[in-house]
């Protein structure tokens, strides 16, 4: 998480992140995992750069006369320390003078971008050290009472020795540990608010894609229809006025834009949709009469996107200006006619690949235990027919006033 | 008149709130009939309609001082029997279509028709035919499906047409659903009798029928009907 490198390696091998990453904590608890972490980090390219760290820190003479310059600096003064005679210091300070010039060179050669994101998760810290900070005495009394902790720890843990009470060392690693929760609490707290904020960010992205593509599907439709008619007020008028309907159900009333969105709907509304939609992004009228009405279940659904199709279908290749559209509910069934008076096709003679006419017609009316005819001729139109039996569907007539009618 | 003359240039009358409209409905027409007169409300439209006696009114079903409907009474009152009306509009509620028709209009048309067909409609209500057009015919089947609808208990309040069929108590017979439904589909009547292999003047009689039916028998069940439809 700490630099991207579970997501950019999962990238690279193409598995799930969330794979990789168990992976790192397993290996980390085996003992090499943060070893290979840091390598990785080095080695894979951060996204959308073409090489990595350890590539770049090698092509930089200036970045390495600095860390040579600093190795003989921090040598210099280990020496001169260790003349002194303190023992300690000598003992790590091979490893020390390494990491330092290793540090260095990671930190001029990383990209603006990862030295931008180490810089703000390392910023608590910095803080915690800098005098400048804002919140020095907030800082200064959360350092005063770790310091605290971390003596009554230490005392207690020592204090072991001479009463030999087994609670003791207990409640002196109790301490210890509330003192590094007292001194790096409020760091931690912050990588888990940057995290969610990170994940709000992406979520908020995600939603202004999404929103950008159905402003697309249908506003710049639109607009484009208005453009290639400006001709034409009444229909500029009547494209206005479908957009700005639809447009106003997403905004207000949450309703899908041009989406097969017909849940609530009553047949006939649904009906209605499939003309309204079509007339707005085809350009081709559609006349409606819906007979009987009733409620939409999922086989209607279907047969509903079927219809659409057809009409769609319709306005797009028939070239007649008109489509009639007739719809009727009755205890036995439901139908749909679409029909056009535009230049028609042979029928056999569609080809396998045309996807509307054999799937999303013929084979939807099939799955949903109806069926579809097209009848058509060069010349002399098109009529597509569907029809969906309802034998065990209660029809609409069930709840009609019917007992009014004495 | 001549049942030729009037078949070859029907006289015609303009009821219509809307100037530009009824300047664009006389150049549809054009020379294929004579224009007698226009108005544009209900009360001038019952005095010269009555007074020059055209052969087809060509009536708009909303209008300031009355709809279409009072200006079929207005003039049937005055006894303007031989005059023939034709509703042309561009969407209305159905209780008011039914309402025109069932004042005596021999048809209805949206004002989408074609001009060579609004001709055509003109010619076939002079001719004392019915003009049905697809909204038409959607209303009449789902008023007498309506009207067939089995018997039962209901939420008055969820009112909705009731769509079920009900041989015994069918107000239409099965042919004139068949023409009704074809009508609804958007076929013209040479095509629908093509398609049901039966003549041009069978059709029109069908239709007439049906246009009778709508007119006369179950008043009170059919008045019943627009008012539920208005509540939707």
């Known amino acids: 998480m700490l630099g991207g490198v579970c997501g950019a390696l999962a990238r690279r091998i193409h598995k799930d992140p969330t794979v990789v990453r168990v992976a790192f904590v397993v290996f980390a608890l085996v003992g090499f995992g943060v070893t290979v972490y840091v390598l990785a980090w080095l080695f894979v390219p951060l996204e959308g750069e073409p090489d990595n760290i350890a590539s770049r820190a090698i092509a930089d003479p200036r970045g390495i006369a600095v860390a040579i310059a600093l190795l003989t600096v921090v040598g210099l003064a280990l020496v001169i320390v260790s003349a002194f005679g303190v023992s300690w210091v000598s003992s790590m300070s091979s490893s020390l003078l390494i990491a330092v010039a290793g540090l260095v060179l990671v930190w001029r050669d990383s990209s603006p971008r990862e030295q931008e994101q180490v810089r703000h998760v390392l910023r608590p810290v910095a803080d915690l050290l800098s005098v400048s900070s804002p919140s020095r005495r907030a800082i200064a009394f959360r350092l005063l009472l770790a310091a605290g902790l971390f003596v009554g720890g230490l005392v207690a843990l020592l204090a072991h020795h001479q009463t030999g009470v087994s609670l003791r060392p207990l409640a002196g690693l109790l301490l210890v540990m509330a003192g590094v929760v007292v001194l790096f609490g409020p760091w931690w707290l912050r990588l888990a608010r940057d995290l969610v904020g990170e994940r709000q960010a992406r979520a908020r992205a995600e939603e202004r894609e999404e929103m950008a593509i159905r402003l697309h599907d249908s506003v710049l439709q639109t607009l484009a229809l208005i453009q290639r008619k400006s001709g034409d007020p009444v229909e500029v008028v009547r494209l206005a006025r479908a957009q700005e309907r639809e447009l106003r159900a997403w905004l207000f009333e949450d309703k899908a ?37 009733c409620e939409l279940d999922e086989a209607l659904r279907g047969m509903i996107a079927a219809g659409r199709e057809a009409t769609v279908n319709a306005a797009k290749w028939s070239g007649a200006e008109v489509i009639s559209l007739f719809a009727e509910v009755d205890g036995s069934g439901v139908s749909m006619f679409v029909r056009d008076t535009g230049v028609g096709f042979v029928v056999d ?34 009529e597509v027919a569907l029809a969906l039996p309802r034998g065990s569907q209660p029809s609409r007539s069930a709840q009609s006033p019917a007992g009014r009618r004495g | ?30 020379d294929h009939v004579e224009i007698v007169g226009e108005a544009d409300e209900a009360g001038a439209a019952v005095e010269l309609i009555s007074e020059r006696l055209p052969d087809v009114v060509l009536l708009d079903v909303h209008m300031p001082g009355g709809g279409g409907a009072a200006v079929v009474e207005g003039v049937r009152r005055v006894g303007g029997d031989g005059v023939r009306f034709l509703a042309l509009s561009v969407s209305d509620a159905p209780e008011d279509v039914i309402g025109v028709i069932r004042a005596g209009a021999r048809g209805y048309v949206t004002k989408t028709i074609s001009g060579p067909e609004l001709v055509d409609a003109v010619r076939r209500v002079a001719g004392g035919d019915a003009v049905f057009s697809p909204r038409l015919a959607g209303f009449v089947l789902d008023a007498f499906a309506e009207l067939s609808a089995p018997g039962g208990g209901g939420a ?34 040479k095509e629908l009798a093509q398609e049901l292999s039966i003549s041009v003047k069978t059709v029109e009689s069908h239709v007439s029928a049906v246009l009778r039916k709508l007119q006369l028998s179950t008043r009170h069940q059919l008045t019943r009907w627009a008012a539920e439809r208005r509540l939707d």
Do not use: N, W
């Open chain 1, 349 to 382: 003679g569609v080809p396998e690949d045309r996807k509307g006419l054999s799937d999303s017609i013929r084979g939807r009316m099939a799955r949903l235990g109806g069926e579809a005819r097209i009848r058509s001729a060069p010349g002399a139109g098109t």
């Open chain 2, 156 to 189: 008055a309040g969820a009112a909705l047409p009731a769509p079920s069929f009900d041989p015994e108590l069918d107000q239409l017979t099965a042919r004139e659903r068949e023409v009704l439904r074809l009508i609804a589909r958007g076929y013209s009547y």
């Open chain 1, 257 to 293: 834009i041009g989406s097969s969105d017909v849940d609530d709907l009553l047949f006939s509304e649904a009906v209605r949709r499939i003309q309204q939609e079509v007339e707005a992004t085809h350009g081709a009228k559609v006349e409606i009469v819906v007979v009987g009405d």
């Open chain 2, 1 to 30: 008149m001549s049942a030729d003359r009037t078949a070859a240039r029907p006289r015609v009358f303009l009821v219509d709130d809307h100037a530009l409209f009824r300047a664009g409905v006389k150049a549809e027409l054009g």
